[in-house]
């Protein structure tokens, strides 16, 4: 069975860029997240989708980040325009369905931005 | 508010002695706790969970930690670390309702000598 997957694996943008994101979560998984490592700092939640619904989005930095997920399968994380502080690594996860805190939530390898 | 911290972001050890990673939890609620793993290039891969069952809970590749609400610990060890064992760890809580969103500790590099 696939994991959950990201492209791409790094990118290179100038400020004032767009820059899209895509994962791809595991087969039948309804939740998805969407994480954000800065250098130096801790990984931290930027939302959560259940199938194509926001159910939380609280961690979302500004209204230049958004997010979505139609059809409730793959989502994308558009930054636009990107700045220098949103550099780091974005991470998507995926758990199936319901919303039991212990559910174990699958990682994808991330994707390494970097803003010039 | 829930929070996690990793009391030490590098620990260095030899092949063949004890590992041990330390964190500390902050929670208003019953806590759901998990220790991650992050190898080079590589996702993040879940090695164990406590979830208010057994306090002293077993993970992937011999590890394991064990809950300790009166010290508010949750700490991760190894009897006997190997070389493949070094990577980054990640201590993390939840909510116990509600999302499940995940709070992470601000990680632990572990490095390990032949």
């Known amino acids: 069975e696939a994991g959950v997957t990201q492209f791409p694996s790094h990118s290179v943008i100038e400020k004032g860029q767009t820059v899209t994101l895509r994962c791809d979560p595991i087969s039948g998984h309804d939740n998805l997240y969407w994480y954000r490592r800065v250098m130096g700092k801790e990984i931290k939640f930027l939302l959560h989708f259940v199938k194509e619904s926001k159910q939380d989005e609280s961690g979302m930095p500004n209204n230049r980040f958004l997010a979505e997920r139609t059809g409730g399968t793959y989502s994308t994380l558009k930054v636009q325009p990107a700045e220098l502080e949103d550099s780091g690594v974005y991470f998507c996860?995926?758990?199936?369905?319901?919303?039991?805190?212990?559910?174990?939530?699958?990682f994808g390898p991330g994707t390494r931005l970097t803003v010039l | 508010a829930q929070s996690v911290t990793q009391l030490d972001s590098h620990v260095s050890v030899s092949e063949g002695t004890p590992v041990l990673l330390r964190c500390n939890y902050s929670?208003?609620?019953?806590?759901?706790l998990f220790w991650y793993v992050q190898h080079p290039n590589k996702g993040l891969q879940l090695l164990l969970k406590y979830t208010s069952a057994a306090t002293l809970v077993k993970g992937i590749n011999g590890f394991e930690a064990e809950f300790k609400k009166s010290e508010t610990s949750f700490h991760l060890t190894k009897p006997s670390a190997h070389m493949s064992d070094a990577a980054e760890y990640f201590c993390?809580?939840?909510?116990?309702?509600?999302?499940?969103?995940?709070?992470f500790g601000t990680g632990t590099r572990l490095q390990v000598f032949p």
């Open positions: 993390v809580v939840s909510r116990s309702y509600n999302t499940d969103k995940l709070i």
């Open positions: 996860a995926s758990s199936p369905a319901g919303t039991i805190s212990y559910n174990e939530q699958f």
């Open positions: 929670s208003s609620y019953s806590p759901s």
